[in-house]
Protein backbone atom coordinates (compact mmCIF):
# COMPACT_ATOMS: atom_id res chain seq x y z
CA UNK A 1 0.00 0.00 0.00
CA UNK A 2 1.69 3.88 -0.71
CA UNK A 3 2.14 6.18 1.83
CA UNK A 4 -0.68 8.26 2.51
CA UNK A 5 1.34 10.83 3.59
CA UNK A 6 2.32 11.81 0.31
CA UNK A 7 -0.28 11.73 -1.55
CA UNK A 8 -1.60 15.49 -1.15
CA UNK A 9 1.58 16.06 -2.65
CA UNK A 10 1.22 13.79 -5.90
CA UNK A 11 -2.53 15.67 -5.69
CA UNK A 12 -1.62 18.57 -6.11
CA UNK A 13 1.07 17.85 -8.55
CA UNK A 14 -1.43 16.44 -10.73
CA UNK A 15 -3.76 19.77 -10.45
CA UNK A 16 -1.11 22.38 -11.13
CA UNK A 17 -0.12 20.42 -14.39
CA UNK A 18 -3.89 19.94 -15.45
CA UNK A 19 -4.28 24.01 -14.88
CA UNK A 20 -1.10 24.68 -16.65
CA UNK A 21 -1.82 22.50 -19.44
CA UNK A 22 -5.57 23.95 -19.51
CA UNK A 23 -4.35 27.51 -19.83
CA UNK A 24 -1.67 26.58 -22.01
CA UNK A 25 -4.01 25.60 -24.65
CA UNK A 26 -6.54 28.06 -23.94
CA UNK A 27 -3.56 31.26 -23.80
CA UNK A 28 -2.31 29.51 -26.78
CA UNK A 29 -5.41 29.59 -28.88
CA UNK A 30 -5.94 32.73 -28.16
CA UNK A 31 -2.61 34.59 -28.73
CA UNK A 32 -2.85 32.14 -31.91
CA UNK A 33 0.72 31.22 -31.26
CA UNK A 34 -0.47 27.60 -33.63
CA UNK A 35 -2.37 26.65 -31.30
CA UNK A 36 -5.08 25.51 -33.47
CA UNK A 37 -6.42 22.51 -34.31
CA UNK A 38 -4.89 18.82 -33.55
CA UNK A 39 -2.41 20.84 -31.85
CA UNK A 40 -5.18 22.50 -29.61
CA UNK A 41 -6.65 18.65 -28.66
CA UNK A 42 -3.15 17.42 -27.84
CA UNK A 43 -2.37 19.84 -25.08
CA UNK A 44 -5.80 19.37 -23.89
CA UNK A 45 -5.55 15.48 -24.08
CA UNK A 46 -2.37 16.09 -21.61
CA UNK A 47 -4.77 17.89 -19.18
CA UNK A 48 -6.63 14.54 -18.69
CA UNK A 49 -4.11 12.39 -16.80
CA UNK A 50 -3.54 15.51 -14.24
CA UNK A 51 -7.56 16.04 -13.82
CA UNK A 52 -7.60 11.52 -13.66
CA UNK A 53 -4.86 11.94 -10.99
CA UNK A 54 -7.32 13.93 -8.70
CA UNK A 55 -9.35 10.59 -8.17
CA UNK A 56 -6.45 9.28 -6.04
CA UNK A 57 -7.62 11.87 -2.88
CA UNK A 58 -10.85 9.26 -2.85
CA UNK A 59 -9.28 5.90 -3.51
CA UNK A 60 -5.20 5.25 -3.39
CA UNK A 61 -3.74 1.87 -4.27
CA UNK A 62 -0.99 0.60 -6.37
CA UNK A 63 -3.45 -0.41 -8.31
CA UNK A 64 -5.10 2.72 -9.07
CA UNK A 65 -2.14 4.33 -8.78
CA UNK A 66 -0.60 2.28 -12.03
CA UNK A 67 -4.50 2.78 -13.58
CA UNK A 68 -3.11 7.03 -13.79
CA UNK A 69 0.06 6.12 -14.93
CA UNK A 70 -1.34 4.54 -17.42
CA UNK A 71 -3.67 7.26 -18.35
CA UNK A 72 -0.42 9.46 -18.84
CA UNK A 73 0.96 6.96 -21.58
CA UNK A 74 -1.87 6.50 -23.12
CA UNK A 75 -2.43 10.45 -23.20
CA UNK A 76 1.74 11.37 -23.87
CA UNK A 77 1.12 8.21 -27.30
CA UNK A 78 -1.70 10.33 -28.28
CA UNK A 79 -0.46 13.88 -28.20
CA UNK A 80 2.35 12.91 -29.60
CA UNK A 81 0.67 11.68 -32.81
CA UNK A 82 -1.62 14.41 -32.66
CA UNK A 83 1.22 16.94 -32.35
CA UNK A 84 3.11 16.10 -35.31
CA UNK A 85 5.33 13.40 -33.56
CA UNK A 86 8.64 13.71 -32.59
CA UNK A 87 9.48 17.04 -34.43
CA UNK A 88 6.27 18.66 -33.46
CA UNK A 89 5.92 21.55 -30.84
CA UNK A 90 4.83 19.60 -28.06
CA UNK A 91 7.42 16.45 -28.67
CA UNK A 92 8.55 17.31 -24.69
CA UNK A 93 5.08 16.07 -23.75
CA UNK A 94 6.11 12.49 -24.63
CA UNK A 95 8.55 11.90 -21.10
CA UNK A 96 5.61 13.47 -19.46
CA UNK A 97 4.65 9.70 -18.06
CA UNK A 98 8.13 9.50 -16.80
CA UNK A 99 8.17 12.49 -14.86
CA UNK A 100 4.51 11.05 -13.22
CA UNK A 101 6.43 7.69 -12.49
CA UNK A 102 9.06 9.50 -10.77
CA UNK A 103 6.00 11.72 -8.49
CA UNK A 104 4.50 8.40 -7.58
CA UNK A 105 8.17 7.37 -6.31
CA UNK A 106 8.46 3.45 -6.13
CA UNK A 107 10.99 2.09 -8.39
CA UNK A 108 7.98 -0.05 -10.29
CA UNK A 109 5.93 3.23 -11.12
CA UNK A 110 9.26 4.65 -12.01
CA UNK A 111 9.70 1.75 -14.64
CA UNK A 112 6.40 1.96 -15.41
CA UNK A 113 6.48 5.96 -16.78
CA UNK A 114 10.01 5.24 -18.49
CA UNK A 115 7.98 2.21 -20.28
CA UNK A 116 5.45 4.61 -21.75
CA UNK A 117 7.60 7.58 -22.33
CA UNK A 118 9.37 4.81 -24.37
CA UNK A 119 6.06 4.22 -26.44
CA UNK A 120 4.91 7.70 -26.34
CA UNK A 121 8.28 8.26 -28.23
CA UNK A 122 8.35 5.20 -30.42
CA UNK A 123 4.72 6.75 -31.53
CA UNK A 124 6.02 9.96 -32.56
CA UNK A 125 8.98 8.27 -34.43
CA UNK A 126 6.16 6.39 -36.89
CA UNK A 127 3.77 9.65 -36.54
CA UNK A 128 7.27 11.28 -38.51
CA UNK A 129 7.77 8.61 -40.94
CA UNK A 130 3.97 8.12 -42.00
CA UNK A 131 3.69 11.86 -42.01
CA UNK A 132 6.95 13.04 -42.40
CA UNK A 133 8.54 16.17 -40.22
CA UNK A 134 5.82 18.64 -39.16
CA UNK A 135 6.13 22.09 -39.17
CA UNK A 136 6.85 22.88 -35.61
CA UNK A 137 6.23 26.78 -33.78
CA UNK A 138 9.60 27.56 -31.55
CA UNK A 139 7.68 29.23 -28.88
CA UNK A 140 5.33 26.47 -28.17
CA UNK A 141 8.29 23.81 -28.56
CA UNK A 142 9.73 25.83 -25.93
CA UNK A 143 6.58 26.35 -23.83
CA UNK A 144 6.35 22.87 -23.48
CA UNK A 145 10.12 22.21 -22.83
CA UNK A 146 9.69 24.63 -19.77
CA UNK A 147 6.58 23.17 -18.85
CA UNK A 148 7.82 19.40 -18.95
CA UNK A 149 11.41 20.42 -16.95
CA UNK A 150 9.31 22.16 -14.58
CA UNK A 151 6.93 19.29 -14.08
CA UNK A 152 9.89 16.97 -13.69
CA UNK A 153 11.60 19.24 -11.01
CA UNK A 154 8.39 19.14 -8.73
CA UNK A 155 8.54 15.32 -9.55
CA UNK A 156 11.95 15.20 -8.46
CA UNK A 157 11.10 16.92 -5.25
CA UNK A 158 8.27 14.66 -4.40
CA UNK A 159 10.53 12.22 -4.89
CA UNK A 160 13.43 13.38 -2.92
CA UNK A 161 11.43 14.30 0.03
CA UNK A 162 9.57 10.71 0.29
CA UNK A 163 12.68 9.12 0.10
CA UNK A 164 14.18 11.43 2.91
CA UNK A 165 10.78 10.69 4.73
CA UNK A 166 10.95 7.14 4.34
CA UNK A 167 14.39 6.84 5.91
CA UNK A 168 13.85 9.37 8.65
CA UNK A 169 11.20 7.20 9.87
CA UNK A 170 13.56 3.55 9.02
CA UNK A 171 16.12 5.26 11.38
CA UNK A 172 13.11 6.25 14.17
CA UNK A 173 12.22 2.53 13.61
CA UNK A 174 15.56 1.37 14.12
CA UNK A 175 16.14 4.07 17.00
CA UNK A 176 13.10 2.41 19.08
CA UNK A 177 14.38 -0.96 17.97
CA UNK A 178 17.87 -0.33 19.56
CA UNK A 179 16.18 1.26 22.84
CA UNK A 180 13.84 -1.70 23.23
CA UNK A 181 16.85 -3.79 23.07
CA UNK A 182 18.39 -1.81 25.50
CA UNK A 183 16.32 -2.15 27.84
CA UNK A 184 16.43 -5.81 28.02
CA UNK A 185 17.41 -7.65 31.29
CA UNK A 186 19.71 -9.65 29.40
CA UNK A 187 22.53 -8.96 26.35
CA UNK A 188 21.63 -9.15 23.07
CA UNK A 189 24.40 -9.61 20.21
CA UNK A 190 24.94 -9.46 16.71
CA UNK A 191 27.90 -11.83 15.63
CA UNK A 192 29.39 -12.70 12.45
CA UNK A 193 30.19 -16.29 11.89
CA UNK A 194 33.21 -16.53 13.99
CA UNK A 195 31.34 -15.52 16.73
CA UNK A 196 32.94 -12.08 16.84
CA UNK A 197 30.33 -8.95 18.02
CA UNK A 198 29.35 -6.64 15.92
CA UNK A 199 26.66 -4.61 18.10
CA UNK A 200 25.99 -5.25 21.84
CA UNK A 201 22.38 -4.11 23.46
CA UNK A 202 20.62 -4.23 26.65
CA UNK A 203 22.29 -5.48 29.89
CA UNK A 204 25.11 -7.78 29.99
CA UNK A 205 25.85 -10.94 32.98
CA UNK A 206 27.90 -9.87 35.59
CA UNK A 207 30.37 -12.37 34.73
CA UNK A 208 30.12 -11.37 30.53
CA UNK A 209 31.52 -7.69 30.34
CA UNK A 210 30.52 -6.55 26.89
CA UNK A 211 34.15 -4.89 25.87
CA UNK A 212 36.41 -7.94 26.10
CA UNK A 213 33.89 -9.61 23.72
CA UNK A 214 34.87 -6.89 21.14
CA UNK A 215 38.08 -6.91 21.75
CA UNK A 216 39.09 -10.78 22.14
CA UNK A 217 35.14 -12.58 20.77
CA UNK A 218 33.32 -14.53 22.61
CA UNK A 219 34.66 -17.72 22.29
CA UNK A 220 37.83 -16.21 24.43
CA UNK A 221 35.39 -15.23 26.88
CA UNK A 222 34.45 -18.96 27.33
CA UNK A 223 36.15 -21.73 30.04
CA UNK A 224 38.32 -24.30 27.50
CA UNK A 225 36.35 -26.84 28.69
CA UNK A 226 32.95 -25.31 27.65
CA UNK A 227 34.32 -24.02 24.31
CA UNK A 228 33.00 -27.59 22.18
CA UNK A 229 29.47 -27.13 23.32
CA UNK A 230 29.83 -23.36 22.50
CA UNK A 231 31.14 -24.14 18.87
CA UNK A 232 29.04 -26.60 18.52
CA UNK A 233 25.74 -24.15 19.05
CA UNK A 234 27.18 -21.55 16.83
CA UNK A 235 27.16 -24.15 13.95
CA UNK A 236 23.71 -25.90 14.63
CA UNK A 237 22.48 -21.59 14.63
CA UNK A 238 24.59 -20.88 11.40
CA UNK A 239 23.04 -24.26 9.91
CA UNK A 240 19.60 -22.76 10.79
CA UNK A 241 18.57 -24.82 13.62
CA UNK A 242 18.23 -22.25 17.27
CA UNK A 243 20.54 -23.29 19.45
CA UNK A 244 20.46 -23.13 23.39
CA UNK A 245 24.04 -23.54 25.59
CA UNK A 246 25.19 -22.85 28.68
CA UNK A 247 28.66 -22.38 30.03
CA UNK A 248 31.48 -21.04 32.26
CA UNK A 249 32.88 -17.37 31.87
CA UNK A 250 36.59 -17.98 32.14
CA UNK A 251 36.89 -15.09 34.63
CA UNK A 252 34.26 -16.52 36.75
CA UNK A 253 34.45 -20.16 36.83
CA UNK A 254 31.51 -19.97 39.73
CA UNK A 255 28.85 -18.45 37.29
CA UNK A 256 26.71 -19.79 34.34
CA UNK A 257 25.35 -18.03 31.28
CA UNK A 258 22.71 -19.14 28.76
CA UNK A 259 23.18 -18.14 25.04
CA UNK A 260 20.23 -18.78 22.72
CA UNK A 261 21.65 -18.49 19.04
CA UNK A 262 19.56 -17.51 15.99
CA UNK A 263 20.39 -17.44 12.24
CA UNK A 264 20.32 -14.07 10.67
CA UNK A 265 20.32 -13.49 6.64
CA UNK A 266 21.23 -9.41 5.67
CA UNK A 267 22.42 -8.46 2.59
CA UNK A 268 25.82 -7.77 3.94
CA UNK A 269 26.94 -11.39 4.93
CA UNK A 270 25.29 -14.04 7.11
CA UNK A 271 25.07 -12.68 11.47
CA UNK A 272 23.92 -14.47 14.57
CA UNK A 273 21.33 -13.14 17.06
CA UNK A 274 23.07 -14.25 20.34
CA UNK A 275 21.32 -13.98 23.63
CA UNK A 276 23.10 -13.98 26.62
CA UNK A 277 21.64 -14.81 30.24
CA UNK A 278 22.80 -14.56 33.70
CA UNK A 279 21.79 -18.50 34.64
CA UNK A 280 23.83 -18.68 37.96
CA UNK A 281 20.47 -19.34 39.92
CA UNK A 282 19.23 -21.91 37.34
CA UNK A 283 21.90 -23.94 37.54
CA UNK A 284 22.30 -23.22 41.51
CA UNK A 285 19.10 -24.85 41.55
CA UNK A 286 19.50 -28.24 39.40
CA UNK A 287 22.44 -28.72 41.23
CA UNK A 288 20.42 -28.79 44.73
CA UNK A 289 17.55 -30.87 42.79
CA UNK A 290 20.38 -33.30 41.90
CA UNK A 291 22.12 -33.14 45.51
CA UNK A 292 18.80 -33.84 46.79
CA UNK A 293 17.42 -36.79 44.18
CA UNK A 294 20.88 -38.53 44.64
CA UNK A 295 20.17 -38.47 48.51
CA UNK A 296 16.87 -39.60 47.73
CA UNK A 297 17.97 -42.65 45.90
CA UNK A 298 20.56 -43.19 48.47
CA UNK A 299 18.46 -43.21 51.52
CA UNK A 300 15.57 -45.46 49.44
CA UNK A 301 18.72 -47.95 48.85
CA UNK A 302 19.71 -48.13 52.55
CA UNK A 303 16.30 -48.26 53.57
CA UNK A 304 15.35 -51.11 51.21
CA UNK A 305 18.92 -52.76 52.00
CA UNK A 306 17.72 -51.77 55.44
CA UNK A 307 14.25 -53.67 55.22
CA UNK A 308 15.67 -56.69 53.59
CA UNK A 309 18.56 -57.49 55.80
CA UNK A 310 16.10 -56.79 59.36
CA UNK A 311 13.39 -58.92 57.48
CA UNK A 312 16.22 -61.62 56.87
CA UNK A 313 17.23 -61.53 60.66
CA UNK A 314 13.73 -61.68 62.34
CA UNK A 315 12.78 -64.82 60.11
CA UNK A 316 15.07 -66.92 62.19
CA UNK A 317 13.71 -66.04 65.84
CA UNK A 318 10.43 -65.89 64.55
CA UNK A 319 10.60 -69.45 62.76
CA UNK A 320 11.67 -70.37 66.26
CA UNK A 321 9.03 -69.27 68.30
CA UNK A 322 6.21 -70.94 65.38
CA UNK A 323 7.88 -74.21 65.91
CA UNK A 324 7.86 -74.02 69.91
CA UNK A 325 3.93 -72.53 69.84
CA UNK A 326 3.20 -75.03 67.70
CA UNK A 327 4.52 -77.54 69.88
CA UNK A 328 2.91 -76.18 72.92
CA UNK A 329 -0.09 -76.08 71.06
CA UNK A 330 -0.02 -79.73 70.04
CA UNK A 331 0.62 -80.80 73.51
CA UNK A 332 3.31 -83.00 72.24
CA UNK A 333 5.11 -82.95 75.43
CA UNK A 334 2.41 -83.59 77.70
CA UNK A 335 -0.92 -81.75 78.88
CA UNK A 336 -1.45 -77.94 79.31
CA UNK A 337 -4.01 -76.12 80.88
CA UNK A 338 -6.83 -74.96 78.98
CA UNK A 339 -6.12 -71.56 78.87
CA UNK A 340 -1.82 -72.24 78.42
CA UNK A 341 -3.12 -73.86 74.72
CA UNK A 342 -5.84 -71.25 73.44
CA UNK A 343 -2.09 -68.73 74.86
CA UNK A 344 -0.26 -71.10 72.45
CA UNK A 345 -3.25 -71.15 70.04
CA UNK A 346 -3.11 -67.15 69.74
CA UNK A 347 0.89 -67.07 69.56
CA UNK A 348 1.01 -69.54 66.88
CA UNK A 349 -1.50 -67.42 64.82
CA UNK A 350 -0.07 -64.22 65.82
CA UNK A 351 3.35 -65.21 64.93
CA UNK A 352 2.21 -66.87 61.56
CA UNK A 353 0.54 -63.54 60.95
CA UNK A 354 3.72 -61.99 61.61
CA UNK A 355 5.79 -64.13 59.68
CA UNK A 356 3.39 -63.39 56.32
CA UNK A 357 4.16 -59.25 57.02
CA UNK A 358 7.85 -59.86 57.14
CA UNK A 359 7.82 -62.34 53.65
CA UNK A 360 5.68 -60.07 52.46
CA UNK A 361 8.51 -56.93 53.33
CA UNK A 362 10.91 -59.08 52.14
CA UNK A 363 9.62 -59.37 48.59
CA UNK A 364 9.03 -55.80 48.49
CA UNK A 365 12.51 -55.19 49.43
CA UNK A 366 14.04 -57.33 46.77
CA UNK A 367 11.72 -56.62 43.84
CA UNK A 368 12.87 -52.83 44.70
CA UNK A 369 16.44 -53.16 44.74
CA UNK A 370 16.23 -54.99 41.89
CA UNK A 371 17.31 -57.88 43.74
CA UNK A 372 14.33 -60.54 42.97
CA UNK A 373 15.37 -63.07 40.08
CA UNK A 374 12.70 -65.02 38.82
CA UNK A 375 12.84 -69.00 38.46
CA UNK A 376 11.42 -69.73 35.08
CA UNK A 377 10.13 -73.12 34.35
CA UNK A 378 7.66 -75.19 32.51
CA UNK A 379 4.71 -76.38 34.47
CA UNK A 380 0.85 -76.78 34.36
CA UNK A 381 -0.78 -73.44 36.20
CA UNK A 382 -3.82 -75.63 36.88
CA UNK A 383 -1.45 -77.12 40.06
CA UNK A 384 -0.26 -74.18 41.60
CA UNK A 385 -3.39 -72.18 41.62
CA UNK A 386 -5.19 -75.41 42.96
CA UNK A 387 -2.61 -74.80 45.47
CA UNK A 388 -3.40 -71.44 46.30
CA UNK A 389 -7.46 -72.52 46.74
CA UNK A 390 -6.36 -74.92 49.08
CA UNK A 391 -4.59 -73.09 51.19
CA UNK A 392 -7.28 -70.09 51.95
CA UNK A 393 -10.18 -73.20 51.76
CA UNK A 394 -10.43 -73.45 55.40
CA UNK A 395 -10.66 -69.85 56.22
CA UNK A 396 -13.54 -69.18 53.69
CA UNK A 397 -15.19 -72.55 55.40
CA UNK A 398 -14.78 -70.69 58.62
CA UNK A 399 -16.15 -67.18 57.58
CA UNK A 400 -18.79 -68.86 55.61
CA UNK A 401 -17.50 -68.04 52.06
CA UNK A 402 -18.07 -70.02 48.77
CA UNK A 403 -15.30 -70.65 47.38
CA UNK A 404 -14.86 -71.89 43.88
CA UNK A 405 -12.12 -72.16 41.18
CA UNK A 406 -12.91 -72.76 37.18
CA UNK A 407 -10.20 -74.29 35.84
CA UNK A 408 -10.03 -75.95 32.32
CA UNK A 409 -10.04 -79.52 31.46
CA UNK A 410 -6.96 -79.59 29.65
CA UNK A 411 -3.63 -78.58 31.13
CA UNK A 412 -2.63 -75.01 31.23
CA UNK A 413 1.00 -74.99 30.65
CA UNK A 414 3.14 -71.95 31.11
CA UNK A 415 6.48 -71.01 31.63
CA UNK A 416 7.28 -68.60 34.57
CA UNK A 417 8.30 -68.69 38.21
CA UNK A 418 6.32 -71.14 39.83
CA UNK A 419 6.68 -69.45 43.16
CA UNK A 420 5.75 -66.24 42.16
CA UNK A 421 2.79 -67.24 40.10
CA UNK A 422 1.19 -69.07 43.58
CA UNK A 423 1.71 -65.81 45.53
CA UNK A 424 0.05 -64.16 43.15
CA UNK A 425 -3.34 -66.39 43.57
CA UNK A 426 -2.57 -66.47 46.95
CA UNK A 427 -2.56 -62.57 47.89
CA UNK A 428 -5.42 -62.14 45.72
CA UNK A 429 -7.72 -65.01 47.03
CA UNK A 430 -6.64 -63.94 50.94
CA UNK A 431 -7.26 -60.50 49.93
CA UNK A 432 -10.93 -61.52 48.48
CA UNK A 433 -11.62 -63.90 51.73
CA UNK A 434 -10.36 -61.22 54.10
CA UNK A 435 -12.76 -58.12 52.85
CA UNK A 436 -15.89 -60.68 51.47
CA UNK A 437 -18.79 -61.00 54.10
CA UNK A 438 -20.05 -64.27 55.44
CA UNK A 439 -22.18 -65.55 53.13
CA UNK A 440 -20.49 -64.07 50.06
CA UNK A 441 -18.72 -65.86 47.22
CA UNK A 442 -15.07 -65.96 45.83
CA UNK A 443 -14.13 -67.35 42.60
CA UNK A 444 -11.09 -67.78 40.99
CA UNK A 445 -10.91 -68.04 37.13
CA UNK A 446 -7.64 -69.55 34.66
CA UNK A 447 -7.04 -69.49 30.99
CA UNK A 448 -5.41 -69.33 28.53
CA UNK A 449 -5.62 -66.68 25.37
CA UNK A 450 -3.27 -66.92 23.22
CA UNK A 451 0.22 -66.12 24.65
CA UNK A 452 -1.44 -64.78 27.50
CA UNK A 453 -2.16 -66.43 30.65
CA UNK A 454 -5.29 -64.97 32.50
CA UNK A 455 -5.82 -65.23 36.39
CA UNK A 456 -8.74 -63.57 37.34
CA UNK A 457 -10.38 -63.48 41.16
CA UNK A 458 -13.75 -61.95 41.53
CA UNK A 459 -15.86 -61.88 45.33
CA UNK A 460 -18.95 -60.58 46.50
CA UNK A 461 -17.31 -58.26 49.25
CA UNK A 462 -16.79 -54.43 49.98
CA UNK A 463 -15.74 -53.29 46.97
CA UNK A 464 -13.23 -50.22 46.47
CA UNK A 465 -14.62 -46.16 46.07
CA UNK A 466 -13.42 -44.91 42.50
CA UNK A 467 -11.11 -42.29 43.57
CA UNK A 468 -9.04 -45.34 46.22
CA UNK A 469 -8.61 -47.54 43.15
CA UNK A 470 -5.56 -45.39 41.60
CA UNK A 471 -3.41 -45.84 44.57
CA UNK A 472 -4.35 -49.88 45.43
CA UNK A 473 -1.18 -51.47 44.30
CA UNK A 474 1.37 -49.41 45.29
CA UNK A 475 3.48 -50.44 48.94
CA UNK A 476 1.47 -50.12 52.08
CA UNK A 477 -1.78 -48.28 50.39
CA UNK A 478 -5.13 -49.76 51.57
CA UNK A 479 -8.60 -48.78 50.54
CA UNK A 480 -11.70 -48.46 52.76
CA UNK A 481 -12.31 -47.36 56.63
CA UNK A 482 -10.38 -47.89 59.78
CA UNK A 483 -11.27 -51.10 60.48
CA UNK A 484 -10.86 -52.39 56.69
CA UNK A 485 -7.20 -50.89 57.11
CA UNK A 486 -6.55 -52.88 60.24
CA UNK A 487 -6.86 -56.15 58.29
CA UNK A 488 -4.17 -56.02 56.57
CA UNK A 489 -0.51 -54.18 55.32
CA UNK A 490 -1.59 -52.72 52.11
CA UNK A 491 1.75 -55.09 50.32
CA UNK A 492 -0.71 -58.23 48.97
CA UNK A 493 -1.61 -56.05 46.02
CA UNK A 494 1.56 -54.31 45.44
CA UNK A 495 3.30 -57.83 45.39
CA UNK A 496 0.56 -59.20 43.01
CA UNK A 497 1.57 -55.56 40.36
CA UNK A 498 5.28 -56.09 41.06
CA UNK A 499 5.39 -60.04 40.15
CA UNK A 500 3.27 -59.35 37.27
CA UNK A 501 5.37 -56.98 35.97
CA UNK A 502 8.63 -58.49 36.63
CA UNK A 503 6.71 -61.32 34.47
CA UNK A 504 5.95 -59.06 31.93
CA UNK A 505 2.06 -58.41 32.31
CA UNK A 506 0.33 -56.28 34.51
CA UNK A 507 -2.65 -56.38 36.77
CA UNK A 508 -5.90 -54.09 36.58
CA UNK A 509 -8.90 -53.82 39.19
CA UNK A 510 -12.34 -53.31 38.47
CA UNK A 511 -15.01 -52.75 41.40
CA UNK A 512 -18.25 -51.17 42.75
CA UNK A 513 -18.44 -50.20 46.43
CA UNK A 514 -20.60 -52.23 48.35
CA UNK A 515 -20.79 -54.75 45.21
CA UNK A 516 -17.66 -56.82 45.12
CA UNK A 517 -13.89 -56.71 43.38
CA UNK A 518 -12.33 -58.68 40.29
CA UNK A 519 -9.09 -58.48 39.99
CA UNK A 520 -7.27 -58.95 36.55
CA UNK A 521 -3.76 -60.72 36.17
CA UNK A 522 -2.20 -61.29 32.68
CA UNK A 523 0.85 -62.64 32.14
CA UNK A 524 2.34 -63.43 28.50
CA UNK A 525 3.95 -66.99 30.01
CA UNK A 526 1.47 -69.23 28.54
CA UNK A 527 3.08 -72.20 26.11
CA UNK A 528 1.63 -72.38 22.74
CA UNK A 529 2.23 -75.82 21.51
CA UNK A 530 3.35 -75.93 18.05
CA UNK A 531 1.47 -78.95 16.45
CA UNK A 532 3.36 -82.03 15.37
CA UNK A 533 3.93 -82.48 12.10
CA UNK A 534 2.41 -85.83 10.38
CA UNK A 535 3.67 -89.09 9.80
CA UNK A 536 5.84 -89.43 7.11
CA UNK A 537 6.97 -86.01 7.13
CA UNK A 538 5.20 -82.39 5.46
CA UNK A 539 3.77 -83.31 2.46
CA UNK A 540 5.36 -81.47 -0.22
CA UNK A 541 3.21 -78.76 -2.55
CA UNK A 542 4.58 -77.91 -6.11
CA UNK A 543 3.50 -73.82 -6.41
CA UNK A 544 4.05 -74.30 -10.11
CA UNK A 545 4.14 -77.21 -12.91
CA UNK A 546 8.08 -78.21 -13.33
CA UNK A 547 7.37 -79.05 -16.90
CA UNK A 548 6.51 -75.04 -17.39
Known amino acids: MPEARDLPGIAAWHAGWAVAAALAALCGRWLGQGVDGPVFFGILTMAVPGLGGLTLLWR ?29 SLAGFAFLPMAAGLAFGTHRLIQGGVLMSGLAVLAGLIAVWVAGPSEGHFDLAALSALMTLAAFAVALRLSWRGRERTLSEAQGAMQRVEAILSSQPGLTLTMDPSGRPLAAYGTPPAALPVDPLFAQGLIAAVHAPDRPAVLSAIERALSGTDAQVRFAPR ?13 LDEPQGLRLIVQAFDATAQYAREVALDTARADAVARE ?80 AREVIS ?21 PAEPLPVVADRRALKQITLNLLSNAVKFTPAGGSVTVTAEAIGPYLEIVVADTGVGVAPEDLKRLGRPFEQAGGADQRAMGTGLGLSLVRALAELHGGRMSLDSTLGEGTAVTVRLPVAHVARPAPPEGGAEVIALRDPAR
Open 60 to 88: DGVAQRALVLGLWGLAAIVCSMLAGGMTG
Open 301 to 380: AGKTRFMANMSHELRTPLNAVLGFADIMRQRLFGPLPDRYGDYATSIHEAGGHLLDLINDVLDVSKIEADRYDLTLEPFD
Open 251 to 263: TALDRRVTLILRR
Open 387 to 407: AAVTLVRLSAEDKGLALAGVL
